[in-house]
């Protein structure tokens, strides 16, 4: 599973930590758990599609966006 730190572009400006590989991605933020995704087939990513760059893109646009989790 690789990680990425991603710090928003707006609000409070807050450092994530996602960890991401095919099909799953986890977001946490000060070691507090914010987001889970252990399967790409439920938030519509079609099957053979959920590599781990979308998810990556798919888990910075939550935080950016805050989808599914507070700031």
């Known amino acids: ?3 990425y730190k ?3 572009s707006s609000g409070q400006r807050l450092t994530y930590e996602i ?3 095919d099909d799953e991605y986890f ?3 000060d070691g507090i758990m914010k987001k889970t995704v252990a399967d790409g ?3 519509g990513i079609p099957p053979g599609e959920a590599k ?3 998810m990556l893109r ?3 646009k939550d935080i950016e966006l805050l989808i ?3 700031e």
């Open 1 to 3: 599973m690789s990680v």
């Open 6 to 8: 991603h710090t928003r």
């Open 19 to 21: 960890e991401y590989s």
């Open 27 to 29: 977001i946490e933020r």
């Open 41 to 43: 087939i439920l938030i």
């Open 52 to 54: 781990a760059d979308w």
């Open 58 to 60: 798919t888990a910075i």
């Open 68 to 70: 599914g989790m507070d």
